[in-house]
């Protein structure tokens, strides 16, 4: 069965800090992975997808996402976090055979300090 | 407008009764998802729809829960006898693509529409 899990319930960094949102998935077959984060009382936002090829992907707003198949982590990064980037963000993984249906982790608040 | 529009933004229900919630795609969008949001939870998938063909419904809780796109394009979300674990942000999807060439599309959300039963 597919899972997603995001260990961390809230992450808090300063400003102009890297910053890191943890993601591990299980999915039979190679995996599709997506972040999309949410703000308050809006839907969710696509960042960036993972489907085949450079482990490093890059998306919107600097944010970047890395890959790793061995470790079965798809691990949201942005070198240096505004106090904007404060909000609710959620990894997402759908197999390719198969099923239609996407599975959400339960979500990671981010907390960016002035 | 550009982006996936949801109706209403806000329902409050009485434990019974019937609601009916609307989603207007992008136009064009070939595939759509209905999700469900419980209170400090991620979007549970419900139900996708390729054109007005239901491929997947294996996330509906119940047979009180219904979709349609008879068109192919705005889809409306129907919960009969609601209950008051029905109460969560119900969360409309779109994607350009459908079947498997649309999997690995972005999916574009609406705001949703906050069900509270009461």
């Known amino acids: 069965a597919q899972s997603v899990a995001q260990p961390e319930d809230q992450v808090n960094v300063a400003e102009g800090n890297p910053l890191t949102v943890k993601c591990t998935y299980s999915?039979?077959?190679?995996?599709?992975l997506f972040w999309y984060v949410q703000y308050p009382n809006r839907g969710l936002q696509f960042l960036l997808k993972y489907i085949t090829g450079d482990n490093l992907v890059k998306g919107s707003y600097g944010f970047e996402a890395e890959f790793n198949k061995s470790q079965t982590s798809f691990h949201l990064k942005k070198p240096s976090a505004l106090v904007s980037d404060s909000a609710l963000y959620f990894c997402a993984v759908r197999g390719q055979s198969g099923t239609y249906k996407y599975i959400f982790g339960t979500g990671t608040r981010l907390k960016v300090l002035a | 407008g550009a982006g996936v529009s949801q109706s209403p933004r806000y329902k409050v229900a009485k434990r019974g009764q019937d609601v009916a919630l609307r989603c207007d795609p992008i136009?064009?969008?070939?595939?759509l998802f209905w999700y469900q949001q419980a209170l400090g939870q991620g979007p549970e998938f419900l139900t996708y729809f390729q054109n007005e063909a239901q491929l997947d419904k294996s996330g509906l809780p119940s047979d009180r829960f219904f979709a349609e796109r008879p068109e192919g394009s705005v889809s409306t979300l129907k919960i009969q006898r609601t209950q008051q674990e029905d109460s969560a942000v119900y969360l409309c999807?779109?994607?350009?693509?459908?079947?498997?060439?649309?999997?690995?599309?972005?999916?574009?959300f609406g705001d949703g529409t906050r069900l509270s039963i009461l």
């Open positions: 136009s064009g969008h070939v595939s």
């Open positions: 999915v039979s077959g190679n995996p599709y």
């Open positions: 999807a779109s994607s350009l693509a459908g079947g498997r060439g649309g999997s690995n599309q972005p999916q574009h």
